[in-house]
């Protein structure tokens, strides 16, 4: 529309705003390209310098990341030639394919526990943050204090601790060892946001609810739950960025079976010494799914809150 | 349908008695609407009775049975808010369609297609069923939550100032709309709202509430007619009644402090001579605001009569409502 608005931001302020978010995109997002590229280069172009910008593409690093390779003698290489185009590439280094990494085993231990631990700090957070929004607790206060206190100190505090405990327990290096750690750290952040949208839910809508036939849980489920997606869902990613991308607990606490991508990662080791590109491949993979969990969650992030149906 | 029986009815928010010892009894098919100013009560009265808050103290029962621990699904009501709340993630026919899928109606699929479309025809809102709810104006919405209320056939319909956003044309519609399913159906209806004329067409009985209190309850005609208090007198009647001075035309009538003259009871011709201050020629009617010893009258008047601002008119009260002193009738 051309006719003059109070409100709208004019040409010159959107052309200002725009720029400014260009440039804070590029900023942020040069380091990510970077990694990408490096997944693609060979470990000399890896660390060559002055850094190459411009190199031939190959796919060294990603074979790396997915496999185990061995030394063989001449004679063996000579015997077997090279049958597909990932065991030609090792071939380079006089080596051949001995099986798979554990990249797939730790990615997939990276996926249960990050998402568990996500939708089990939502599930508990939504109950809490709506029982704390709605009903009359006694120490209300005291009580969502205590749990925005365990956020005071960093985590890593309580690491021996908890490593005692879950030796004692049982639940080191087990997956539900993990997703229950992470939820505990995440539901504090959980309840606190989501008390916060529950809050901003007019309770009209639920009381309506209740009078036209349905039981509060029925209220909750049809009512608030549709109207909190979008806190769920601006929750539900920040809980997933936090379990997906801990370190220092992944490394204490586990080192097999439910060790995760982010200890594993660093410990791809090449020909002599850290195999950068593998690194480099691993880190993009990794950056993934919680790239699409929030491309998936956009629509809910920017729909915003919207409220238009109470006449305040 | 069923009647309703508040008995000592009380409720406090803190240190605001919302609702006060309220004794009230809605008849089975009875239209009762609810007046009174602001923070007097009514919708606090409303919600107690469906059950969104719960009773300090008293009783309240529907149709004869004791609801005070009943949850507001179980009470069967249907309630119109005065935050009209529609559910702003649904559209105008799904909201429409919310109260007949409960688990308690569980409504047929081709019954509740049916009553939607009969509904929104009542409204006038059949153009809109497939809009989102945030997506209308401020009084379609009002007209959506009053369709929320009517698909259902429930014991009571409790309505909180339902028309209050609409203009004058559809507010008339739906008025006599209102009224008509009332009588057809013989519902029972718990009505608030400021409006005169909403009171005194639609009403079989009008609750006058003041600071949470019951001060008066009868049919309209009583209410207007024979009003127990200065207050209740002066919240029935447009033009406001004339309270004045007992002694102003002469003699005070015995023990009374003051009295009450409608606009209809200011006889015009003899009397006491009081100046005319301003004429509204409203059409159909004019009205006369008078000045009489610093006080202003208002009385009605021949719209065919010429009457000038400035010109003196005799005037003498007939049939006046006289109060004591702390504004009780006494006659
Ligand atoms: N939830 C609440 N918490 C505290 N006070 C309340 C609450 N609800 C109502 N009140 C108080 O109770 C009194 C009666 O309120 P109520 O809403 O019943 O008035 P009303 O007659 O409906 O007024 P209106 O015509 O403005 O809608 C008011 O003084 C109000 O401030
Ligand atoms: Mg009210």
Redesign the pocket.
């Known amino acids: 529309m051309s006719s003059f608005s109070a409100t709208a931001p004019s040409a010159r302020s959107k052309w200002f705003a725009g720029t400014l978010v260009i440039l804070y995109a590029l900023i942020t997002m040069i380091p990510l390209a970077w990694i990408m590229l490096t997944g693609f280069k060979s470990p000399a172009d890896a660390i060559s310098y002055p850094p190459k910008v411009f190199f031939e593409p190959t796919l060294e690093g990603y074979v790396n990341l997915f496999t185990t390779r061995t030394r063989q003698t001449d004679d063996f290489l000579a015997a077997n030639p090279p049958q597909t185009w990932y065991e030609e590439i090792v071939r380079q280094y006089d080596m051949v394919i001995a099986g798979p990494s554990k990249f797939g085993e730790r990615f997939l231990n990276s996926v249960i526990i990050g998402f568990g631990s996500t939708f089990l700090s939502i599930f508990l957070g939504t109950l809490a943050a709506y029982a704390f929004s709605r009903f009359k607790i006694p120490l209300a206060d005291d009580l969502l204090f205590f749990i925005l206190s365990t956020r005071m100190m960093p985590p890593i505090a309580v690491a021996i601790p908890i490593f005692l405990m879950y030796r004692q327990l049982g639940l080191s290096d087990t997956h539900l060892g993990m997703i229950l750690l992470y939820t505990a750290v995440n539901i504090s952040l959980a309840v606190w946001l989501l008390k916060g949208f529950i809050d901003e839910i007019p309770r009209e809508y639920e009381e309506a609810a209740l009078i036209d036939g349905y039981t509060r849980f029925q209220a909750f489920y049809k009512v608030v739950l549709p109207q909190a997606a979008t806190g769920i869902a601006s929750t539900a990613i920040f809980c997933l960025i936090f379990a997906w991308n801990e370190y220092a607990f992944a490394v204490l606490l586990t080192s097999g079976t439910a060790q995760t991508a982010p200890p594993f990662i660093p410990t791809i080791i090449g020909v002599g010494g850290l195999d950068w590109p593998a690194v480099a491949a691993g880190a993009t993979i990794f950056l993934l799914p919680v790239m699409i969990f929030t491309v998936a969650l956009r629509k809910h992030l920017l729909r915003g809150i919207t409220f238009g149906a109470v006449r305040k | 349908m069923a009647d309703v029986k508040l008995t000592n009815v009380s409720k406090s928010?803190?240190d605001?008695a919302?609702?006060h010892a309220m004794d009230m009894t809605i008849p089975d098919g009875a239209f009762v609407v609810l007046l009174?100013?602001?923070?007097?009560?009514?919708?606090?009265?409303l919600?107690l009775i469906a059950g969104l808050e719960t009773l300090d103290q008293g009783e309240i029962s529907i149709g004869g049975r004791v609801v005070n621990t009943e949850t507001p699904a179980q009470r069967d009501i249907a309630m119109v808010f005065?935050q009209y709340s529609l559910y702003p993630h649904l559209t105008v026919r799904q909201n429409l369609e919310f109260p007949l899928k409960s688990p308690i109606l569980n409504t047929p699929k081709d019954e509740i297609a049916r009553k939607v479309e009969e509904v929104a025809e009542v409204l006038q809102i059949t153009r809109k069923l497939d809009n989102k709810a945030t997506e209308l104006s401020g009084g379609e919405m009002q007209r959506v939550s009053i369709g929320r209320a009517l698909v259902r056939e429930p014991q009571v319909y409790l309505m909180?100032?339902p028309l209050s956003s609409l203009d004058a044309k559809l507010r008339t519609d739906l008025r006599v709309e209102l009224k008509r399913i009332q009588m057809t159906l013989g519902a029972t209806i718990l009505y608030?709202t400021?409006d005169q004329i909403e009171a005194m067409t639609m009403a079989t009985h009008v609750g006058v509430?003041n600071d949470?209190k019951l001060v008066q309850f009868g049919t309209p005609r009583e209410i207007y007619e024979n009003p127990n208090s200065v207050y209740v007198a002066s919240r029935l009647g447009q033009p406001r009644i004339n309270i004045l001075p007992a002694d102003i035309f002469g003699t005070a009538p015995k023990n009374a402090h003051h009295i009450g003259l409608r606009p209809e009871h200011v006889q015009q011709g003899e009397g006491r001579a009081a100046r005319i201050d301003r004429v509204e020629r409203l059409g159909d009617h004019t009205r006369l605001h008078l000045h009489l010893d610093g006080h202003d009258i208002i009385t009605l008047a021949d719209p065919h009569a010429g009457y000038t601002a400035g010109n003196e008119l005799q005037i003498a009260p007939r049939d006046p409502l006289c109060f004591d002193a702390r504004g009780d009738r006494i006659y």
Do not use: I, N, S
């Open positions: 928010f803190g605001t919302a609702v009174g100013p602001t923070g007097a009560g009514k919708t606090t009265t919600r005065q909180d100032e608030v400021h509430l949470g």
